[in-house]
């Protein structure tokens, strides 16, 4: 086995690594508000989250079409770019999880990637990143508005009915919605990996680099790492996302998952890697703000979006030093062979 292999043994190791990790940091998107609204318990809903993160990541190939070849052209970069593009959005999952922050994997892949790609001159598919950042600005802005509009429509369709007794049907009810959250966030979040593994395989010559086609065995790869990492949980940014920016009842848990997971199974659908906790997050505050504005902790969701609109500036001049840190090891040590 050559040299290119082994450094894509390393590649694909990284993004699995990635898609564990953003298993566990994403863990809250899909379950924090059934866990909160005590509509199921941790350890079931963290189990129901993993399986249904593997068959959402099983099914289909859009976005990992945009990002292994609408970002940079996989023909101008070497397997290097892509272990610091790796590198440096798994650190910066970590520390965000660290904290608590539920910051963006898409945001942070995508700044990996720009930053190292911009530093070694790829050549940049501006239309392909236009399209993308779009997508995560407009996102979040739908999962607020249809958060408000879904949650009007609640409160009409069941005015009149015993609160109490409300609750409790919703409880059930949101155990669904966080079903079709855990499968839309499967698939797209582990199509990531998928896009950076298949561009590796490109760039080795293991596949047609003429034809982006991601194999079976990425997909169910990346989509077990998912699960995996879902199965971990991610307690920090449950308890953040589910009680920090508004003391949430089932129905309104209810009504934000079902917004979220529409608005990523329609970007999933036309290629876009949306950010899931940027869209659950609106929609919490969608939902919050449909019964009373003043209620929503805006401080806390101040900070939230301040995580979001650093991440790719942050992380693309972070990538950049990784690179550079790793070239240079690589030069001081005679390794940089390895990495064609």
Same mark, same amino acid.
């Given at each position: 086995?050559?040299?290119?292999?082994?450094i894509?043994?390393?590649i +694909?190791?990284?993004?699995l690594?990635f898609?564990?990790?953003?298993?566990?940091?994403?863990t809250?998107?899909a379950?924090?508000?059934?866990?909160?609204?005590?509509?199921?318990?941790?350890?079931?809903?963290?189990?129901m989250?993993a399986?249904?993160n593997?068959?959402?990541?099983?099914?289909?190939?859009?976005v990992?079409?945009t990002?292994?070849?609408?970002?940079?052209?996989?023909?101008?970069?070497?397997?290097?770019?892509?272990?610091?593009?790796?590198?440096?959005?798994i650190?910066?999952?970590?520390?965000?999880?660290?904290?608590?922050?539920?910051?963006?994997?898409?945001?942070?892949?995508?700044?990996?990637?720009?930053g190292v790609?911009?530093?070694?001159?790829a050549? +940049?598919?501006?239309?392909?990143?236009?399209?993308?950042?779009?997508g995560?600005?407009i996102?979040p802005?739908?999962?607020l508005?249809?958060?408000?509009i879904?949650?009007?429509?609640?409160?009409w369709?069941?005015?009149?009915?015993?609160t109490?007794?409300?609750?409790?049907?919703?409880?059930?009810?949101?155990?669904?919605?966080?079903?079709?959250?855990a499968?839309?966030?499967?698939?797209?979040?582990?199509?990531?990996s998928?896009? +950076?593994?298949?561009m590796?395989?490109?760039?080795?010559?293991?596949?047609?680099?003429?034809v982006?086609?991601?194999?079976?065995?990425?997909?169910?790869s990346?989509? +077990?790492?998912m699960?995996?990492?879902?199965?971990?949980?991610?307690?920090?940014?449950i308890?953040?996302?589910?009680?920090?920016?508004?003391?949430?009842?089932?129905?309104?848990?209810?009504?934000?998952?079902?917004?979220?997971a529409?608005?990523?199974?329609?970007a999933?659908?036309?290629?876009?890697?949306?950010?899931?906790t940027?869209?659950?997050?609106?929609?919490?505050?969608?939902?919050?703000?449909?019964?009373?504005?003043?209620?929503?902790?805006?401080?806390?969701m101040w900070?939230?979006?301040?995580?979001?609109?650093?991440?790719?500036p942050?992380?693309?001049?972070?990538?950049?030093?990784?690179?550079?840190?790793?070239?240079?090891?690589?030069?001081?040590?005679?390794?940089?062979?390895?990495?064609?």
């Amino acid at each position: 086995m050559g040299d290119v292999h082994w450094i894509i043994i390393v590649i +694909i190791a990284l993004a699995l690594i990635f898609d564990f990790v953003n298993g566990f940091h994403d863990t809250a998107n899909a379950i924090a508000t059934s866990v909160m609204t005590n509509a199921i318990k941790i350890p079931y809903a963290i189990l129901m989250a993993a399986g249904l993160n593997f068959l959402g990541a099983i099914i289909n190939v859009e976005v990992a079409k945009t990002i292994g070849k609408d970002i940079l052209d996989p023909s101008s970069i070497t397997s290097f770019v892509l272990v610091a593009t790796l590198i440096s959005a798994i650190l910066w999952n970590i520390i965000t999880w660290k904290f608590g922050l539920p910051s963006s994997s898409s945001h942070a892949l995508l700044g990996s990637l720009l930053g190292v790609g911009i530093v070694v001159g790829a050549e +940049i598919k501006y239309a392909g990143i236009e399209k993308i950042i779009l997508g995560l600005l407009i996102s979040p802005l739908i999962g607020l508005f249809g958060g408000i509009i879904l949650m009007i429509i609640f409160y009409w369709s069941f005015r009149g009915i015993n609160t109490k007794k409300l609750g409790h049907v919703f409880k059930k009810v949101q155990v669904l919605s966080a079903a079709f959250m855990a499968f839309s966030h499967g698939g797209n979040d582990a199509q990531k990996s998928m896009g +950076i593994i298949t561009m590796a395989l490109m760039i080795g010559g293991v596949i047609d680099p003429k034809v982006f086609n991601v194999p079976e065995w990425v997909k169910f790869s990346c989509a +077990i790492a998912m699960g995996l990492g879902t199965a971990v949980g991610g307690w920090r940014i449950i308890k953040t996302v589910g009680r920090g920016i508004i003391e949430l009842k089932p129905i309104q848990g209810c009504a934000a998952e079902t917004v979220s997971a529409t608005v990523i199974q329609a970007a999933t659908h036309i290629g876009l890697p949306v950010s899931t906790t940027h869209v659950i997050t609106s929609a919490i505050c969608g939902v919050g703000s449909a019964e009373n504005v003043f209620k929503v902790n805006w401080r806390v969701m101040w900070n939230i979006v301040l995580c979001w609109f650093i991440t790719i500036p942050f992380v693309a001049v972070f990538a950049a030093i990784v690179y550079k840190v790793l070239h240079t090891l690589a030069l001081w040590t005679g390794s940089y062979n390895l990495f064609p």
